[in-house]
């Protein structure tokens, strides 16, 4: 921190106070937020939120259901107590949790200035009102500041300085004693990735940023084509004189300006594009229907991700490229009609650009066989990893390499069709032009012409070649986008379903129940849970597995589903558990249908241990994993919750073996979990969801009779409502 900022941020909270909002009236303000923010709002509230929490440390949690009912979604910014200012100054907007001399309350975070010293906020009397960023830094960083904060103040209150330096070196010896301590900085408040793409690209200004591109590209032009017919027409006509100079070097140098404006513009653009089409293509992986991620396989994943990035880039310079392309043609179309080949010139360069096009839509076809073998290339490298150590033990080693063989075969056929098309293309483009320039210019030359009405074909000539050429480089990366797309595409269409219950216009979308609405205990003389004749087939499988299947569960039972191998349990299990949905039939949680539950409201109600072929341990720490299904970021509470559950399932010892103990890290790249300890973990990380319903599917299979005992004891006390899956 500099000095200034220092003595900006010595203030103290309270001049906050009447800037912030209750924690009562943080919905209140998270709306209030969205309509100056310009984020799209639903037209009518059908979904419940439930009341405004009294303890702090629950105020997300609810805030993100007031925002998730809002369409909207809050991202938080997890930092040290340093790095607070830091965070906020990209934080907005945001609702912070600040803490002043009423206790833990909710700024409203519009804008912080261009300077990075004061910062808009939206009072609870809903008028916008600029305070110092330092106000709102210290409000949050006193957060995490309490026993410490009482400490150094008693400390200073012995030493006699003046006001001023006291309160300085109350945040200097703050700042070293938390240095490393975290805290929620910030929640940014943001439309879900699964929204409406117009709604994302109206909160991204495309359009006038688009527009903006487009009116430098021709200014840009405009500076190009004067100093040409400048320097030209001297040249020509013999006149060269210091004037013509001077006025030739003012357009040159007036388009430099220019063009770095442009290349912002289009960088910042293309960034903020690029952002959205990976949170969108993220968020599609993580909703994709699991039996049809599964039926690609893991490698095809892989792949598909992989040509995500080729999408993007080619996209994004292909748009771009195009866009100033046309610009150009269209610059240099005009130019050729008033050379002296007029409407002749004009037809020969139009009907050369569409030769280009028939050619660069031929090359569509090359590209897709060329893509498609790399998908296929990807997808069985990865399986070929996934299975390498049985194929070590299984498979004769001359056999290893035979289909490898094949698909580089395949593939660099591919590859070579698609170089030789493409270098087809660029060589029309660029060769082809020789001719439609004469076009442009011989007339004029031909009939006598004078030197300057020449020097205009000659210029038209120049700008419809490097027009022409962009164009085609353009269209092959936009053709190529497309066909990329198209592998992509499964992803792009999950993320937007996924956000189709959050529709923003709350035109198609159903009332639904936010985990809070249904926190309280479930009454025990009602059912839990009730399966009402499901019926279940896989699209790839001629007979069903699941038919009619039924089943009432009340609050407090515990219920073991016991089958033949293929009898379809755990596919019962994925439906309880939300992973899929029923062909038809019934699923009513605490007698509403799943449909009415969001994805959130429905896991905060029941989870599951999965089979072990379904579950992982995630390279991180043992915490982490063992609270991946708890709100980030993990409370001591949370931490401490975790270590008792693992001493209860006899991993108390494991604890003590690892050198950072719950904190070391596990996974491939960590310590080694046996079988049977991470079949605990995973109970574990069940349990710690704190559900009203546990399903644990062939979960004590690795497990000796001892330790088996001891974990279905613990099972049996922490889950409320039970189903354990097990063989017969
Ligand atoms: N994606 C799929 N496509 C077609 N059939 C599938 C698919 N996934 C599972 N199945 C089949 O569905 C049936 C039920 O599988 P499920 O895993 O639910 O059985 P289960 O009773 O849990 O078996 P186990 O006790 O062996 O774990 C099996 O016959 C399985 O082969």
């Known amino acids: 921190m500099t000095r200034a900022s220092e003595e900006r941020a010595a203030r103290p909270a309270e001049p906050l106070a009447g800037l912030v909002w209750p924690m009562a009236r943080g919905a209140e303000a998270l709306e209030a937020l969205a309509r100056s923010a310009g984020l799209p709002l639903p037209r009518t509230r059908a979904k419940v939120v439930g009341q405004a929490p009294t303890d702090p440390n629950r105020l997300g949690e609810w805030l993100d259901a007031a925002a998730q009912s809002q369409g909207l979604e809050l991202d938080l910014a997890y930092t040290r107590h340093g790095e607070v200012e830091k965070a906020l100054l990209r934080a907005s907007p945001a609702l912070l949790d600040v803490v002043t001399s009423e206790g833990v309350q909710v700024a409203a975070l519009l804008r912080v200035s261009a300077s990075g010293r004061t910062a808009r906020v939206i009072a609870p009397d809903e008028t916008e009102r600029d305070v110092p960023l330092a106000w709102l830094t210290s409000g949050v960083q006193a957060l995490v500041e ?31 004693q938390l240095a490393n301590t975290h805290l929620v900085a910030s929640r940014t408040l943001r439309l879900p990735p699964g929204a409406r793409l117009v709604h994302h690209l109206k909160a991204l200004s495309t359009a006038p940023r688009l527009a ?62 690029s952002a959205l089409l990976r949170r969108r293509l993220l968020a599609g992986a993580l909703a994709m229907p699991v039996d049809e991620a599964k039926r690609g396989g893991i490698g095809e994943y892989v792949g598909r991700t992989f040509e995500s990035a080729g999408m993007e880039q080619m996209a994004l310079a292909g748009s771009f490229t195009s866009l100033l392309a046309v610009v150009d043609l269209t610059l240099a179309g005009s130019v050729t009609l008033s050379g002296p080949a007029g409407m002749l010139g004009l037809v020969a360069l139009g009907g050369y650009c569409v030769l280009l096009g028939v050619l660069v839509a031929r090359q569509s076809l090359l590209f897709r066989g060329w893509t498609e073998a790399r998908v296929v290339m990807t997808h069985a490298l990865i399986e070929r990893m996934l299975g390498h150590r049985t194929r070590l033990a299984q498979e004769q080693p001359s056999r290893w390499h035979e289909e490898e063989d094949q698909e580089l075969a395949r593939y660099s056929d591919a590859s070579e069709r698609w170089d030789a098309g493409t270098a087809r293309v660029t060589t029309l483009a660029r060769r082809g032009l020789l001719p439609v320039a ?60 996924s956000g189709a219950a959050g529709d923003q216009d709350g035109k198609d979308a159903a009332p639904q129940v936010t985990p809070l609405a249904a926190t309280e205990a479930p009454s025990r003389s009602q059912a839990l849970l009730e399966v009402r004749d499901v019926y279940f087939k896989h699209p790839a499988s001629p007979r069903a597995v699941l038919e009619g299947a039924s089943v009432v569960i009340h609050p407090g039972e515990r219920v073991l589903l016991e089958g033949a191998s293929g009898s379809g349990k755990s596919t019962l299990a994925s439906i309880l558990t939300g992973l899929r949905r029923q062909g038809s039939g019934v699923v009513l949680l605490r007698g509403l249908d799943m449909s009415t539950w969001t994805q959130d409201g429905w896991g905060a109600q029941i989870a599951g241990a999965p089979q072990f072929h379904e579950n992982h341990i995630i390279s991180g720490t043992l915490a982490m994993n063992l609270l991946l299904g708890r709100a980030w970021p993990h409370t001591q509470d949370d931490v401490k919750l975790a270590r008792e559950l693992c001493e209860e399932l006899g991993l108390g010892d494991l604890l003590q073996r690892m050198p950072a103990g719950i904190l070391q890290m596990v996974g491939e790249r960590g310590w080694q979990l046996s079988h049977g300890e991470q079949s605990r973990i995973f109970v574990a990380r069940a349990l710690l969801q704190r559900v009203q319903v546990v399903v644990l599917d062939e979960a004590f299979g690795a497990l000796d009779p001892v330790t088996m005992r001891k974990v279905m004891a613990c099972v049996e006390q922490r889950a409320p409502t039970l189903i354990v899956i097990a063989h017969p």
Do not use: K
């Open 438 to 497: 004469i076009i442009a210019i011989l007339p004029g030359v031909l009939a006598g012409a004078n030197t300057a009405s020449i020097a205009v074909g000659v210029g038209a000539a120049l700008l419809g070649a490097r027009a022409v050429m962009s164009l085609a480089v353009g269209a092959l990366a936009l053709m190529g986008s497309r066909v990329l797309f198209s592998a992509v595409r499964p992803m792009l269409d999950a993320a937007r379903l």
């Open 212 to 273: 903006l591109v487009l009116v430098l590209a021709i200014l840009i032009q405009v500076c190009v084509l004067s100093a040409w017919w400048l320097i030209g027409r001297g040249a020509f006509e013999g006149q060269l004189d210091h004037g013509w100079l001077w006025a030739w070097a003012l357009m040159g140098l007036t388009a430099v300006p220019l063009q770095a404006a442009l290349a912002w513009t289009q960088g910042s653009l293309a960034l903020d594009l």
């Open 146 to 176: 309490g026993t410490q904060a009482s400490t150094v103040d008693r400390v200073l209150s012995r030493a006699a300085m003046p006001e001023p330096q006291r309160l300085l070196a109350r945040r200097a010896l703050l700042g070293a």
